[in-house]
């Protein structure tokens, strides 16, 4: 489904990505862990089209598609969705005006039919049920004075909504409560498919106990510097990313 | 540059799509202003003596005054007031008794405008007044809301067959010698509306004048009256469009409403979008308005909302005098400058009756080179105990070459009272912008979907035909039919 080769970015003249090669499968969940600042949100950003990020060399294909060569726009009707680490607030329009708008922007996208309002009341409701989503929250404006779990909260409620194919989750569990993450994990987990892959952008063990990645790859200074399975984050929970540095200065 | 950025600038960009002229037949008189056109302009409307009088006294009166440069953030050369025409109506062919008789090239023009006023006239619940250059050449529904008593016609009509009332109410609230334009219109003043809802009657229908203006180098200073007696309510909006000539016009428009018995309520909805200049400021309408209300009764009210996207230069603003105990005054109001466009608009709450309360809600919004200020007085009289008054002043930067000002002027000569102001900037972020393309939207209904959010609680008080046209304006897909 992905296919990242060689990726270099840079943002203000700094290089932050310095050669990243994945590949994602459809079906698959993969966990990004890595030291602050290391280039996770980075990788998120490049892939989704923010252009503060330049490219500067490498590829990426997305089912074949060269994905660079497409706008922010294009690539969320192709599918890819990303819950943002920091959500954005809009003042004034509301949370179901905005998902409306972004479910028939992306069926527009595909050439498929808009929804109705009904037909979408329909099914933001069946959603919210399942991520237990107060109603409340879809009549208030986008993230506004919404609580740190909440608005992340929402992320996860967009993405189920808009049923995309690959799902960034840029710290997705930081901010949430016990019960929050475990609700959100669930929506997470509903999601799982043998058509759509996931990469979990994650700082903690505990979000994985839940929402179960087949990799793990560790991100250090903008390069994969491991990859492993789930037991990975274990490792890394118990001894920190120096050993994996240490290892690194040694080759 | 960014593409958010380009996206802005494009928003900006946006043409002027009223700006054609129609082929219509005038009647001018000739360039210039001097005593003798001031009684030419009379004389045409067949005025009584004491209105001449009224025009003369004011006119004399100007020539001593001197044109105003009230704020340094707002700058533009004198303008030529010999070198404007002062009246000029569609040429009739004779005395019009129907809407089947008015000139079809002027049908065409409003309906091009989207106010087709035979349609309006059969389908629609709104009574159109329309001014097209200085002249009121169609006043539909004018039979129906005669049954309930509400007068709604051109002023020049209510002269000649209301006297009595245009008598008592001219000048009441904005008196001849108020300010510079005022006076102006006082002296020349060609045309406008004249409502009046007697007592206990709920106008059953929003009132609606279209102002144009068509011909070149005229000037338009039509004169808006509208009187509310106890326990009546109307609302009335009001629009504006004129071509694009390269030339500066002048609009100075006087708007006087009296909400006079107790529980008396006027709501006055205006969206202005008068020919702003083209990018690189050349042209365009100054307008330079007063609207003022006063409500006199016990419990009465009058609310102003406006949606203000034309015009090269706006001063206006439009203000309540609470003078009846328990009065209410609003204003709502959204500004939006770009290219070299300069608005400096606000309100003026005067609380003189006790618990009068007031509520401010502004809502300004810079683009391209645009300077937008909002200018506002909250003034609370030393008898008006247990005032109330709730500014919001919020501005939003499209862009980093545009400007917002905020200037609120609050005097409270009592200890009961309350006086709370908030204002805030902020700026469409790239964060934002990237939010919701992440999300499918393209970039420029991204801007759109957060510019009218950013309106909304001034959207919602207008009428909701207004309401989409305000937001089309704005260039803004439609909102709320979910959530
Ligand atoms: N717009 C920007 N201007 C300058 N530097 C930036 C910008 N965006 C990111 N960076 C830098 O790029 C580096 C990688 O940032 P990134 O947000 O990708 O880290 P991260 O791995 O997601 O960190 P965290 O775990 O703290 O979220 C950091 O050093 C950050 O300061
Ligand atoms: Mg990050």
């Known amino acids: ?251 | 540059m960014t593409t958010a950025t380009q996206t802005i600038e494009q928003f900006a960009n946006k043409e002027y799509e009223w700006g054609f002229v129609s082929d219509i037949e005038a009647e001018a008189i000739p360039k210039g202003l001097s005593e003798d056109v001031v009684r030419l302009i009379s004389t045409k409307k067949k005025e009584p003596q004491w209105l001449l009088d009224w025009r003369l006294k004011a006119y004399r009166y100007w020539t001593t005054m001197e044109e105003p440069r009230w704020w340094p953030n707002v700058t533009f050369p004198p303008v030529d007031y010999q070198n404007m025409i002062y009246y000029s109506a569609p040429k009739p062919k004779k005395q019009l008794k129907s809407l089947d008789e008015v000139d079809p090239e002027m049908l065409k023009t409003f309906e091009k405008l989207g106010i087709s006023l035979d349609e309006q006239k059969r389908l629609t619940g709104v009574a159109v007044d329309a001014v097209f250059d200085s002249v009121s050449v169609a006043t539909t529904f004018r039979g129906k809301l005669a049954e309930m008593g509400v007068i709604f016609c051109s002023f020049s009509e209510a002269v000649q067959n209301h006297p009595e009332l245009v008598k008592k109410y001219l000048g009441s609230v904005v008196p001849y010698n108020d300010n510079y334009f005022a006076t102006l219109n006082s002296a020349v003043f060609s045309d406008g509306s004249f409502a009046y809802i007697p007592k206990g009657v709920r106008c059953p229908m929003e009132l609606s004048t279209y102002f144009r203006i068509n011909a070149k180098e005229t000037g338009q200073f039509e004169r808006t009256l509208i009187v509310c007696e106890e326990g009546a309510y109307v609302s009335y909006l009001e629009g504006c469009t004129a071509p694009i000539r390269d030339e500066n016009q002048l609009h100075a428009a006087v708007v006087e409403l009296v909400s006079v018995g107790e529980g008396s309520q006027i709501k006055y909805s205006t969206v202005q979008n008068w020919y702003p200049g083209d990018k690189d400021g050349k042209g365009g309408i100054y307008n330079f308005v007063t609207k003022r209300g006063a409500c006199r009764g016990r419990n009465s009210k009058i609310s102003w909302t406006q949606v203000e996207t034309g015009s090269a230069i706006t001063w206006k603003y439009p203000s309540c005098i609470l003078i009846g105990d328990d009065s209410v005054g609003e204003f709502y109001s959204v500004a939006l400058t770009n290219h070299k466009q300069q608005a400096d608009t606000g309100t003026k709450m005067i609380h003189v009756g006790k618990n009068t309360s007031s509520t401010i809600v502004s809502k300004g919004i810079s683009a391209g080179r645009g300077q937008n200020t909002y200018r506002g007085q909250v003034k609370v009289l030393k008898g008006a105990e247990n005032a109330r008054n709730y500014s919001q002043c919020d501005s939003l930067l499209l862009g980093d070459k545009c400007g917002a000002h905020t200037f609120p002027y609050i005097e409270v000569k009592n200890t009961s009272s309350t006086v709370e102001h908030e204002a805030s900037t902020s700026k469409i972020g790239e964060d934002q912008i990237f939010y919701c393309k992440q999300r499918g939207l393209s970039a420029e209904d991204a801007v759109s979907m957060i510019v009218n959010g950013f309106c909304k609680e001034v959207f919602k008080e207008l009428p909701m035909e207004f309401a989409v046209e305000a937001k089309k304006l704005l260039g803004v897909s439609l909102e709320g039919s979910v959530g």
């Open chain 1, 1 to 251: 489904m992905l296919t990242i080769r060689n990726l270099h970015a840079k943002v203000a003249d700094k290089d932050i990505l310095r050669g990243i090669n994945l590949t994602v499968k459809s079906g698959e969940v993969h966990a990004i862990m890595g030291p602050n600042g290391s280039g996770k949100s980075t990788l998120a950003g490049v892939l989704t089209g923010k252009d503060a990020f330049e490219v500067t060399e490498g590829e990426v294909l997305f089912e074949g598609k060269n994905l660079l060569d497409m706008k922010p726009e294009e690539r969320a009707g192709e599918g890819i969705f990303l819950a943002f680490q920091y959500p954005v607030e809009i003042p004034g329009v509301t949370n179901n005006y905005f998902l409306r708008a972004s479910v028939n922007s992306v069926r527009k996208y595909r050439g498929e039919p808009e929804l109705d309002a009904a037909a979408f009341l329909k099914l933001v409701k069946a959603k919210a049920k399942v991520l237990h989503m107060p109603e409340d929250l879809l009549k208030r404006a986008v993230n506004e004075g919404f609580s740190g779990g909440e608005k992340k909260r929402n992320e996860i409620f967009q993405m189920a909504v808009l049923e995309p194919k690959l799902c960034i989750l840029d710290e997705t569990d930081s901010g949430l409560d016990i019960d929050a993450m475990k609700a959100v994990a669930e929506g997470v987990n509903a999601l799982r498919s043998k058509d759509r892959a996931m990469i979990v952008i994650t700082h903690y063990q505990r979000l994985l106990d839940h929402i179960v990645p087949d990799f793990v790859h560790v991100l250090s200074e903008g390069r994969i510097v491991k990859t492993g399975g789930k037991g990975l984050a274990l490792e890394l929970e118990a001894h920190g990313y120096d050993p994996i540095k240490a290892g690194m200065a040694t080759v």
